[in-house]
């Protein structure tokens, strides 16, 4: 009975955040996946459409094979990564520090994950401004590198790659908190002890030591890259203040999405690319946890 009452009451605390879950994250959940089958022009009620708005994306919807499709995986390939690895490391350089220089330069490098796309826009449409004024211009016509001032958000070839550069400057997300949180509670005798064991250097403390140890928060860092490299948009349309941006550089599956449901009104079709959007970040969940979920003991 004491038993009984334990597990009541523990259901009971977890009750509020289990409604607002389903309200908020399973009910709209599946509340898309059906209007994915749909045409649903936000007006009129939504008709039964089957596999078509699929078959269209696939086969009909040049923009997004041609741009946000393969955008979406190598902007994901390329900011995830090296996101998460820029956030392991910083972390692990923090975790060096003394308290007092640790907490600041913790604040620091989070306080760019806080910015949205907007606010971002503003400080790097000055840094890549194309007049001779951007800050980017500037010093490399005083030091003679370039005759004129570069164009750098016009340009399709650089646009992607400025994506990236402001990617990886708001990648020390919460993930990072969570790896410099883990670093900092590991047990220090671990360390003691592989010493004696036969440790020898930084990097095999790194490996054998740290990383093992806080596999958790790696794998919570893997997730939140996953999502927030994924969930990316309307970057690429602020830097430019181009929508779309020029021959679609830096077109996203978010902005598809977005464009299709806020500016086409077609949440059915949207509904099927936000489907397709969350296959793509459980097959990468999915791969991740591979790496860093752990195997259950049997």
Request: hydrophobic share 55%; glycine share 8%.
């Amino acid at each position: 009975m004491n038993k009984f009452k334990r597990s009541g009451s523990s259901y009971f605390f977890i009750l509020p955040y289990a409604i607002i879950f389903g309200v908020f994250v399973v009910l709209l959940l599946a509340i898309s996946f059906l209007l994915s089958f749909t045409y649903f022009d936000s007006i009129h009620f939504p008709t039964f459409a089957g596999l078509k708005n699929y078959i269209v994306l696939f086969t009909q919807d040049v923009d997004f094979m041609q741009h946000a499709l393969p955008n979406a995986i190598k902007y994901a390939l390329i900011v995830g990564p090296g996101g998460y690895l820029l956030a392991f490391t910083l972390a692990w350089i923090l975790a060096q520090l003394p308290r007092r220089f640790r907490n600041v330069a913790a604040i620091i490098l989070y306080s760019p994950s806080l910015t949205g796309a907007v606010l971002i826009s503003v400080v790097w449409r000055s840094f890549f401004s194309g007049d001779n004024r951007g800050i980017l211009n500037f010093y490399l016509l005083e030091l003679g590198l370039i005759n004129k001032p570069v164009q750098w958000l016009q340009s399709p070839n650089m646009i992607f790659w400025i994506m990236v550069i402001v990617g990886l400057w708001t990648s020390m997300g919460i993930g990072f908190l969570a790896m410099l949180s883990g670093i900092l509670n590991i047990n220090r005798e671990l360390y003691e002890a592989a010493y004696v064991d036969g440790l020898k250097n930084r990097f095999q403390e790194i490996v054998y030591i740290t990383i093992p140890q806080m596999r958790p928060q790696m794998m919570f860092g893997a997730v939140m890259a996953i999502v927030n490299t994924f969930n990316a948009s309307g970057l690429a349309i602020a830097l430019t203040a181009s929508n779309p941006p020029p021959e679609y550089a830096g077109w996203l599956i978010t902005d598809h999405m977005n464009d299709f449901a806020f500016a086409r009104w077609e949440m059915g079709y949207a509904s099927a690319i936000s489907v397709v959007l969350l296959m793509m970040v459980l097959c990468f969940y999915f791969l991740a946890n591979r790496f860093f979920g752990g195997k259950k003991d049997a």
